[in-house]
């Protein structure tokens, strides 16, 4: 286990069902195997249901607390899921808006994988940002001033003094769990 992220703190949030399992995982676990202390928050806390691939129910994961009275000042990066049911659901909650929102002004490092992107739309971070996602969410993005879409594995976009990472899908996953990293070790 390596300590090279030991000290920083990366918040996962997600809805409590819709969750594509291996971006919640994968990410987890690589971040706290680099030795980053990482919270997973839903929503409603307690249970939130991953899914294989969006149609499979697949493993309950018991989240670590809800969204609600968490601040970016408490984090140094912010990672958000996939998932389709996630997503939507994700982007229409006040309280994640408000922490995108809240880590791009502070500055941090905002994470966002597959239909992830959905929520920075809402949030309204991303007029000029060049951003990848899952093929899908390309024309949402396009349409919410995005400066381009890209279909690349992971694309990082500084961003008025934050850093965006965006990557397509869970093939894409251990280029965007290094782009975290490296991000936070230059934070």
């Not at 839903?42 to 309950?60: C, E, N, P, R, Y």
């Not at 601040?71 to 049911?85: E, R």
Request: proline residues 4%; charged residues 20%.
């Amino acid at each position: 286990m390596s300590n090279e992220l030991n000290g920083k703190k990366v918040l996962i949030i997600t809805s409590n069902t819709g969750i594509e399992r291996d971006e919640l995982l994968k990410p987890l676990e690589a971040l706290k195997g680099m030795g980053a202390a990482v919270t997973h928050a839903t929503i409603k806390g307690g249970a939130a249901q991953t899914f294989l691939h969006d149609t499979d129910k697949d493993t309950s994961v018991t989240s670590d607390t809800r969204l609600t009275g968490l601040s970016a000042d408490q984090f140094d990066a912010l990672v958000i899921p996939g998932g389709t049911v996630n997503a939507d659901t994700l982007r229409q909650d006040a309280d994640a808006q408000r922490l995108v929102n809240e880590f791009a002004k502070a500055g941090k490092t905002v994470a966002a994988i597959c239909h992830g992107p959905w929520l920075l739309i809402d949030a309204g971070v991303i007029t000029g940002k060049t951003l990848t996602s899952y093929p899908s969410v390309r024309i949402d993005l396009l349409n919410a001033k995005a400066a381009d879409w890209v279909d690349a594995q992971v694309k990082e976009c500084p961003a008025n003094g934050w850093t965006l990472i965006t990557s397509r899908n869970p093939d894409d996953l251990p280029a965007f769990n290094a782009a975290i990293g490296k991000s936070l070790q230059a934070a």
